[in-house]
């Protein structure tokens, strides 16, 4: 027989291997958690018979002239997109009443929200955000490999604004290790918010040396003469240490399409596009965003719909004694537990599974006892609450 050599053996490496290998911040990371496994359960209900309800999507949809201008853009997909995206920022510049030069585009404000930790922070500096604030603002802090510095939220039982962010316990948390500070208003999954004067106080109390990223996902579902509800926009021109994030996935109904938004002092962006992906927005995205821009009257009433179906929703929900927080988004959070029976949360969730209704747990958050329920239509919202009843009886 032969004398050949034997043949080395395979390489194997588990994901804890991996792990020991990745950078500190890594190794501590657990993915983003994004609720259930839609796909299975779209296979077993059908699109139809599922009730969507976990993810804040917008039950409308898109303006149709968004889905015209991506089949206007099929001719073109060979092609590589607008690197700078010069149309859309052009278009939000105009919006918003800032330079074009002030705006970075995102695949999703998410990557904008992980890149700022990436470029701002780092090993030994800190980040502050608040307690039951949006998850990606841990997930970036910790990729950086930067100290987290959560702040404890409002109390539960607090008057107004249960669980929402304590804007003067965030200004006292600032040290000079602070690089960043993310806050969310209204804030996912509180649904909480704070108002301009509160907000403009705190920007005028936060150190020039620290920077602060306001993310403003439902901004549009609440800006409808809504002066209560604080954004970052009118503040830009006098704070350059402040970031304003804003999404096409939840008021523009294009979450499916990844794209979100920055403004900020223009030297901020200069950087921030020194690690952004070239090509990091695509083309028929672009088309379609510049598209919905132009259809306002899409915008306006979708909100409306929103408002007064999350008011409906409420009350329904209160009527059957459940504690339903405040919100000016497109979902409330509502508590489900009862004092001899801290379990019961947890039942009902997956008996609407089981009925096919999507809600979103929030034991990842650290409140166990609470449901985010995401707006949906009014039929939508019908359908969930007799699966809810039927649940509730049993
Ligand atoms: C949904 C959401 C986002 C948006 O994420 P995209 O990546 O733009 O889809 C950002 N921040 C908050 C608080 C959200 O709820």
Known sequence: ?????????????????????AQPGVRGLRAYDPGHDLVALRARFGEAGLLELGSNENPYGASPEARAAILDQMHALHRYPDPLGADLKRALAAKHGVDAAQILLGNGS????????????????????????????????????????????????????????????????????????????????????????????????VPAEVIVVMDEAYAELADDGDTDVASGLPLLARHANLVVTRTFSKAYGLAGLRVGYLLAARGLVAVMERVRESFNVNGPALAACEAALRDESHLVWGRTRNREQREQLAEALQARGLRVLPSR??????????????????????ALIARGVVLRPMAGYGLPEYLRITVGSQSENRALLSALDDVLRS
């Not at 988004?329 to 997956?350: G, K």
């Open 110 to 205: 998410h990557e904008l929200l992980m890149q700022l930790a990436q470029v701002f922070a780092g090993p030994d500096q800190d980040v502050v955000y608040s307690r039951y604030g949006f998850a990606v603002f841990a997930l970036a802090t910790q990729c950086a490999g930067a100290r987290a510095h959560v702040v404890e939220a409002l109390p539960r039982d607090h008057a107004t604004m249960p669980l929402g962010h304590d804007l003067d316990a965030i200004l006292a948390a600032i040290t000079p290790a602070t690089r960043l500070v993310y806050l969310a208003n209204p804030n996912n999954p509180t649904g909480t918010w704070f108002g301009r004067d509160a907000f403009a106080t705190f920007m005028s109390k």
């Open 1 to 21: 027989m032969s004398t050949a050599t034997s043949t080395p053996s395979p390489v194997r490496h588990d994901e804890a291997w991996f792990a020991s290998r």
């Open 329 to 350: 988004t497109n979902f409330v959070l509502v508590d489900f537990s009862r004092q001899d029976d801290a379990a019961r949360t947890v039942q009902v969730e997956a």
